[in-house]
């Protein structure tokens, strides 16, 4: 059993998202702690606000209160509604919430059945419930639950990384709900620093992602720029993919799954991601396990199977005559993704191309200009933007840039800093 554990501001977000799946029927209430009981017995939105208000009134200094579990037993495992409730008290209650106002949702959109659990971490006296070393004891309390429910144990790589993401399969269908269970979970927990990094991660998944443009004219005064409105990104769009890289599916505005995943909240993401790639030094296990490689591997394919062996995923992109333009790097394991060059110019795509395709040398080669981007174009009369031009504010570094990594990200930096400045008119 894997749990996966969120903290945020939002109580209304966290009760909708379930609430929503409650009023589509793909969700239930199975248990409730310390909830005024409706009279109807339907438990919604406004029974919950009034269940937890007085804690958030109550809250001292808490940024984040809103507690948002999720408990994913493996798919093999059969469990009642009874048990499912049992493993939620016994978990809150080692977790340290036993005594706190909680509703649990069993999710069954998806073949995995699960649970939700919304919870605050603030007490009835609006102190913050102890939470050091949560992800280590929630890992021992999950396995101490699966020994006595008889339940899957958690592989090694699923106990590290939590619930592996899978594929979107269009032929599945409801493309919408499976999207929606990646884009989530990649966009919270992956550090990135442009939407062409968030963009190849997808692709893992066969999901795709474009940038929708609106033509307005700029505010009197203001000749362009970031943030000038003119030719600016309005959305995003997702849409799934086959194994080829083609379009399978109409596409999804990105309000369809909240705004975590919309343009907003990934420029957000992406300041931050900058600030901690540079603070943690996660480049640094890419930068020791990639060289060791290259140097063992016998061929591409052994390079990219070693590689995946260690939790890191490459991606190459090749021109029509085989040639590789690029290339980009999951680590899985520091949730980083990371094109070539800004690891260094001994990653950059040349040099792969040089070794995969060429005379196998690994020296500083020269960089040369990239061809057009080789990614799926949005388009086919979809009719969900004036334009097919998808430049923008994501664009400003291109996926193999000369500029050193340091000096793109302070430059990503200062631009989203501007960008945000002159939207709030400062």
Same mark, same amino acid.
């Given at each position: 059993m894997i749990a996966k554990i969120s903290s945020s501001s939002n109580l209304y977000g966290a009760l909708a998202y379930n609430q929503i799946k409650v009023d589509g029927r793909q969700a239930k209430v199975i248990f409730t702690n310390n909830m005024i009981e409706p009279e109807d017995g339907k438990f919604n939105i406004n029974i919950c606000l009034q269940s937890f208000?007085?804690?958030?009134?109550?809250?001292?200094?808490?940024?984040? &209160?809103?507690? !948002?579990?999720?408990?994913?037993?493996? &798919?093999?495992?059969?469990?009642? %509604?009874e048990h499912l409730s049992e493993i939620a008290q016994e978990y809150m209650q080692k977790m340290g919430y036993g005594n706190q106002p909680y509703i649990v949702y069993k999710h069954e959109d998806i073949e995995r059945k699960h649970i939700h659990i919304v919870s605050l971490r603030v007490d009835e006296n609006g102190k913050k419930i102890d939470h050091n070393f949560e992800r280590r004891r929630s890992m021992d309390v999950c396995?101490?639950? +699966?020994?006595?429910?008889?339940l899957a144990p958690a592989d090694p790589r699923q106990r590290r990384d939590g619930l592996l993401l899978k594929k979107v399969e269009y032929d599945r269908g409801d493309?919408?709900?499976? /999207?929606?269970?990646?884009?989530?979970?990649?966009?919270?927990?992956? !550090?990135?620093?442009?939407?062409?990094?968030?963009?190849?991660?997808?692709?893992?998944?066969? /999901?795709?992602? +474009? +940038?929708?443009?609106?033509?307005? *004219?700029? &505010?009197?005064?203001?000749?362009?720029?970031l943030g000038s409105g003119f030719g600016s990104t309005v959305g995003l769009v997702y849409f799934a993919l086959d194994e080829k890289g083609e379009k399978v599916s109409l596409p999804f505005k990105s309000s369809l799954f909240g705004k975590t995943v919309g343009i907003a909240a990934l420029e957000k993401r992406m300041e931050k991601s900058a600030e901690i790639i540079k603070n943690k030094r996660l480049k640094d296990r890419s930068r020791r396990i990639i060289p060791e490689v290259m140097r063992s591997a016998n061929n591409r394919a052994d390079f990219e199977?070693?590689?995946?062996?260690?939790?890191? *995923?490459?991606?190459?992109?090749?021109?029509?005559?085989?040639?590789i333009y690029g290339a980009t790097f999951i680590d899985h394991e520091q949730k980083c993704v990371f094109n070539g060059s800004r690891l260094?110019?001994? @990653?950059?795509?040349?040099?792969?191309?040089d070794l995969f395709n060429g005379n196998g040398q690994r020296g500083d080669t020269q960089q040369t200009p990239l061809p057009v981007s080789s990614s799926p174009s949005f388009?086919?009369?979809?009719?969900?933007?004036? *334009? &097919?031009? @998808?430049?923008?504010? @994501? %664009?400003?570094?291109t996926p193999e840039s000369s500029v050193s990594d340091d000096m793109e990200e302070r430059n990503l930096l200062r631009l989203m800093k501007k960008k945000r400045k002159k939207q709030r008119g400062l």
């Open positions: 208000e007085p804690y958030l009134l109550a809250n001292r200094r808490t940024e984040k &209160p809103v507690l !948002h579990i999720s408990l994913n037993p493996d &798919p093999g495992d059969r469990l009642s %509604d396995r101490e639950l +699966e020994r006595k429910y008889g493309v919408k709900q499976q /999207i929606a269970n990646v884009i989530r979970t990649v966009a919270s927990d992956y !550090h990135f620093l442009s939407l062409k990094e968030y963009r190849t991660l997808l692709t893992l998944y066969n /999901i795709g992602v +474009e +940038e929708v443009k609106g033509i307005k *004219s700029p &505010p009197e005064g203001d000749l362009g720029g199977g070693k590689l995946e062996r260690q939790g890191i *995923s490459v991606l190459f992109r090749e021109n029509g005559q085989g040639r260094g110019r001994e @990653f950059s795509a040349n040099v792969f191309n388009g086919g009369g979809w009719g969900e933007a004036s *334009s &097919p031009d @998808f430049g923008g504010i @994501f %664009d400003f570094f």
